[in-house]
């Protein structure tokens, strides 16, 4: 197999031997794989990935067809198309991914928008429905609203029945976000002037939150995922926590267990692929690169001002 | 009745017209009433009593006997040793609660230590097991373990079979909060040392708060319900609490409707009331001053370095 490599922080392709499924496992002939603002820290050598996963392959999330089954596996499953969230290994023309964290691709979805679908919507989804006990007629405030994450959130929270509120850094996207379900869409100096808000997904960081922190409804959930561009350390002001009895929280994905992974996929299974399928969830795309453009796609990824997912697509991608 | 009224941030005692029980509620003639840190910011003017209860009398706990039923009480309560947390009005010879917040007193607990019993255990019980969800095994750190609530959390923590941390100012009361099921007694520098802790009970504020919060387990709860001296403000690190997965909250029991505070107290009957009749939890008290003391109540309790409760005796009190 081919698959992007990473070596002293430059990304090269380079040839690896294809592996063979362990029991339990499936083998997917990669179509496209996104890309995600870890796979930057990882490049960097920030963070590597969790024991069990490739440790020089980048890549969390792909879609594609099943090739081979191991042991356990229905062998029925072969040429089904699926995508998932992996440890990491995702950016490569084979990866190995357990089956309990297979998301089956509806026949209405092209592979490409699937091979942006997992990492985000699964992230999305455990931010604001898990942890955040998001419910109908409640407010939401997504920070960071024009990424991956972010533009499925918006999504996810307005096929909840919640009010939608979209922070991002200017006026470009507003139309889309609207587009997607939000009912507004501002700029973080106008978060002081809104009603108070039941849950806050943030994906920015110590900017945004110090800024939203004073405007949480009683028993608010806030919850981190991300701290892209805002900074990790923020002053949290305990006597407002107190009267709101808000709560803050936050997680990664990457880092979780097998059954963890397994559990919340099957939660997405069940809530997220009918609509998907509907077309009442969709996955905005800003680029695709070919996978020997590797290195641009990166770059690409890594400026500000784009609109949803990066992927990269692999020689023998096909819908 | 005869109440502690506050004036212009001064106290005084003054007769006031004894009210009488509407539906739903009892009139105890008080014993003894507890203070606590909220009385000294409503004698500043910076804590109003919540809607509903007396604006110029103070005291969030009493214990005593029921004289009087309003309709839909049994009126074979009459005469029952009860203790209870109210919005405000305990310090004074009566004080209308409702029925649904009531504790029967154990019979083998004198009135005295019931009147220190209401706020600090019903506080300490929902931080600690509602709120911070602690469980047998676990590990818990409580900060100003030797006020009213630090004192009933070092109990609560024991009884439900966690490893015990207390925090407090110097080596004082060491012995006595490992007496009261404390594993270690420690000082804020050594937290650094700790193994990671699954609830903190935050009282004293941010100042403890920013070195407990890099020795954080995973899925830790952080549960802040004081700022007393530690300052409300403090720098959170959102990688860490991604990391961890921990979770920031807190509250007040103030400001608590009527029906989460019956909840509340229906739960500490079944969990706390059979401890207590046995012995395995207990009310230290510091002090007890006369009514007319009240003054010297507050200075005394204004001040760092003592150990349980500050207690009101009122006038016609007998256990």
């Known amino acids: 197999m081919h698959a992007v490599v990473i070596d002293q922080e430059s990304l090269r392709v380079d040839e690896r031997p294809t592996p063979s499924p362990t029991p339990g496992q499936v083998l997917v002939a990669t179509a496209y794989a996104g890309l995600n603002a870890a796979d930057l820290l ?57 089956a309990a964290h ?37 407010r939401v405030l997504v920070s960071g609203a024009s990424g991956g994450v972010g533009t499925a959130a918006v999504q996810i929270a307005a096929l909840y029945g919640a009010h939608v509120t979209a922070v991002t850094r200017d006026g470009t996207h507003d139309a889309a976000l609207r587009d997607l379900g939000a009912h507004e869409v501002i700029r973080v100096a106008d978060v002081a002037t809104l009603e108070p808000v039941d849950v806050v997904l943030e994906l920015v960081g110590a900017a945004h939150l110090s800024i939203v922190q004073d405007r949480l409804a009683p028993f608010a959930r806030v919850v981190v995922i991300g701290v892209a561009g805002g900074g990790s350390r923020t002053e949290i002001n305990l006597l407002n926590i107190m009267r709101t009895r808000a709560r803050l929280t936050g997680s990664t994905l990457r880092s979780r267990s097998h059954d963890e992974k397994a559990h919340l996929s099957e939660r997405v299974r069940a809530e997220l692929l009918g609509p998907w399928a509907r077309g009442e969830l969709r996955v905005p795309v800003a680029a695709t690169f070919a996978l020997d453009e590797v290195d641009q796609a990166y770059t690409y990824f890594a400026q500000p001002g784009k609109f949803g997912k990066v992927l990269l697509e692999m020689p023998d991608a096909s819908s």
Chains 1, 2 share one sequence.
């Open 42 to 98: 990882q490049r960097r050598g920030h963070y590597p990935s969790p024991p069990g996963w490739p440790a020089d392959i980048p890549g969390m999330e792909f879609s594609g067809r099943i090739v081979a089954v191991g042991a356990d596996v229905d062998p029925g499953w072969i040429d089904r198309r699926v995508c998932a969230i992996v440890g990491s290994g995702a950016q490569a023309t084979h990866v190995l991914v357990p």
């Open 102 to 138: 297979l998301l089956m691709v509806p026949e209405s979805i092209e592979l490409r928008d699937a091979g942006g679908f997992a990492e985000a919507f699964l992230t999305a989804f455990d931010a604001l429905v898990i942890q955040g006990e998001l419910r109908e007629g409640q």
